[in-house]
């Protein structure tokens, strides 16, 4: 059975730093892309970090980019993401996804049940 | 950025009826559309990619239609587990990737 389980996330004071993991199993990890996607309460997805199977290739989005750092680690089948700097707004429920090519593209086929991170004084 | 418009924002539908969800993209991102549902405290669950296919384990009840800059979901006869958030998703400006903000399926 595929399995991604997150975790790391806590309470968080503004300009605080954490770091959250996820853990993959049922799959070869080290074959798959993967994501960080967040989910803000009550609002929709934003995609958040990208990377590769190998870490060669890292995308951010414009809201996180110099502030989170994306990671992997093949051997221990796990994703990381430290975040630094976090402000309110990034204060949202952090989801790791894996990524499905088909062709040249790639959707999220498999999510975790998300870690919450909430960013408050 | 593509932007990606669902609408309605919650839509009302009576179980056993038929349900009709809709996703536009500002630009074309050809089939490369994919459907996420979501029940409360629950992660997105992939309903279907590449516009039309359904994932593993999908009921045949659900059906994506469309491509390029146009597309919908139907639930073809509403179950009571049916009821939840659906979120339409553009993968073909990789890696910007891009969600819409949600459908709300109530019960009628």
């Known amino acids: 059975e595929i399995q991604l389980v997150e975790s790391g996330g806590k309470l968080v004071q503004p300009g605080g730093s954490l770091r959250l993991s996820c853990a993959a199993s049922g799959f070869t990890f080290s074959t798959y892309s993967m994501n960080w996607v967040r989910q803000a309460p009550g609002k929709g997805l934003e995609w958040v970090s990208y990377?590769?199977?190998?870490?060669?290739?890292?995308y951010y989005a414009d809201s996180v980019r110099g502030r989170f750092t994306i990671s992997r680690d093949n051997a221990r089948n796990s994703l990381y993401l430290q975040m630094r700097s976090l402000r309110v707004e990034d204060t949202a429920v952090y989801y790791c996804?894996?990524?499905?090519?088909?062709?040249?593209?790639?959707?999220?086929?498999?999510w975790g049940q998300g870690t919450l991170v909430p960013v408050s004084s | 950025e593509i932007v990606m418009t669902q609408s309605p924002a919650t839509l009302s539908v009576s179980p056993g009826e038929r349900a009709t969800l809709s996703c536009r993209a500002s630009?074309?991102?050809?089939?490369?559309l994919a459907w996420y549902q979501q029940k409360p405290g629950q992660a997105p669950r992939l309903l279907i990619y590449?516009?039309?296919t359904r994932a593993t384990g999908i009921p045949a009840r659900f059906s994506g239609s469309g491509s390029g800059t146009e597309f919908t979901l139907t639930i073809s006869s509403l179950q009571s587990e049916d009821f939840a958030v659906y979120y339409c998703h553009q993968y073909n400006d990789w890696p910007l990737y891009t969600f819409g903000q949600g459908t709300k399926l109530d019960i009628k």
């Open positions: 996804a894996r990524v499905q090519m088909a062709g040249r593209r790639g959707y999220f086929d498999y």
């Open positions: 630009q074309s991102v050809d089939n490369n």
């Open positions: 990377i590769s199977s190998s870490s060669g290739t890292i």
């Open positions: 590449g516009a039309s």
